[in-house]
């Protein structure tokens, strides 16, 4: 199957610029993730769609991040304005809710945007 | 909340040698999942192992398997044979069955020697 697919692969920006991140999941998957991973740290989500809809927007910093997902496929992640802080690698996760060998599937990942705001 | 720790921010291994990283978690829940993921350069998070948390048996795949100790919450990954390939970031990482995102350790960087 072809994997999680994300666009573009580096961005550099100046701080107060905006910016947008793209993914299109594999085909199927119900569950899509964003997560921001700060060089040196485990990534950590921001969002998380069933379908188009939101399960879990806790940890985005909704006054400079949004999220899309409409019809339940592709996604956006947008920042605007951008900080110096939000430099970062920004990962795309899909999941299957259909079960492994009786154990749920782990998630697969894109390759990732690496941002960088100067 | 449930956290996750690695405590080795770096491992180095010889060739063909077996090594070991450690990852402890906290939660209050019986019911959760736990997984090791390997981050090569490309950045793509490759799934290595996963086990169920109410599974006894310790799951294995190929040259990995893993300890897991649910009294001391503890999950480690041993590779046996190491390969210059498995030179990595490795993340542990914990999923609640009811809740279902996941949170990942700071991570172990591997370092293989020929």
């Known amino acids: 199957e072809a994997g999680v697919a994300q666009s573009p692969r580096y961005k550099i920006i100046e701080k107060r610029q905006s910016v947008a991140f793209w993914c299109n999941p594999i085909s199927g998957h119900a569950t899509l993730y964003w997560y921001q991973q700060i060089l040196g740290q485990g990534p950590k989500l921001l969002i998380q769609?069933?379908?188009?809809?939101?399960?879990?927007d806790s940890q985005l910093p909704k006054d400079r991040f949004s999220a899309e997902r409409l019809k339940g496929v592709d996604s956006t992640l947008k920042i605007q304005p951008a900080k110096l802080e939000d430099s970062a690698v920004y990962l795309c996760?899909?999941?299957?809710?259909?079960?492994?060998?009786?154990?749920?599937?782990?998630?697969?990942f894109g390759s990732g945007t690496r941002l960088t705001v100067v | 909340a449930q956290t996750v720790t690695q405590s080795q921010p770096e491992m180095s291994v010889q060739e063909a040698e077996t090594v070991t990283l450690s990852c402890t978690y906290d939660?209050?829940?019986?019911?959760?999942?736990l997984f090791w993921y390997k981050q090569p350069p490309s950045r793509q998070m490759i799934l290595v192992i996963r086990q169920e948390a109410y599974k006894q048996q310790n799951a294995t795949e190929n040259r990995f398997s893993v300890n897991f100790q649910k009294a001391a919450k503890s999950f480690s990954l041993k590779i046996s044979d190491s390969q210059l390939g498995d030179a990595a970031m490795y993340f542990c990482?914990?999923?609640?069955?009811?809740?279902?995102?996941?949170?990942f350790g700071a991570g172990t960087r591997l370092t293989v020697k020929p």
């Open positions: 769609f069933q379908n188009n809809g939101v399960v879990d």
């Open positions: 990482a914990y999923r609640s069955a009811r809740l279902g995102d996941m949170r």
């Open positions: 939660t209050s829940e019986s019911d959760y999942y």
């Open positions: 996760a899909s999941r299957s809710l259909k079960l492994d060998r009786g154990l749920p599937r782990g998630y697969t």
